[in-house]
């Protein structure tokens, strides 16, 4: 049981981190395309350090292109770790406050069980 609550709050965490809102303007799949078909261009005439920054930012952008595409449903995670949260938390001693900092939010906390006192 513990193993597998393990996995269900590593799980949940991961993905809130990976969907964290990043800080600056938000990049819409629209400006990432415009963006690669810029390098596209610049490419034709770069220097060869320039090429490889290019390439690299290219690279980075296709993935993460990819990764708007596929879009993560945390909601199924967000459940499952509300059925298991408070005894998670009771059993590993963490607070509410600790949730919190890793990015849990209040209404999924309140809905688990966890509570700011204990």
Do not use: C
Not at 18 to 38: F, M, Q
């Amino acid at each position: 049981m513990g193993r597998a609550e393990g996995k269900i709050v590593r799980e949940y965490l991961e993905a809130l981190q990976a969907n964290r809102p990043k800080r600056g303007r938000k990049r819409t799949p629209e400006t990432i395309r415009k963006r690669l078909s810029a390098i596209e261009t610049e490419l034709a005439d770069a220097e060869t350090v320039d090429r490889l920054k290019l390439v690299s930012e290219r690279m980075h952008l296709e993935a993460e292109l990819l990764s708007m595409d596929a879009g993560v449903d945390i909601s199924a995670m967000e459940a499952e770790f509300i059925k298991i949260g408070a005894k998670y938390s009771e059993r590993n001693k963490i607070t509410y406050h600790a949730w919190r900092e890793v990015g849990v939010s209040a209404q999924v906390l309140r809905d688990a069980g966890i509570r700011r006192t204990a």
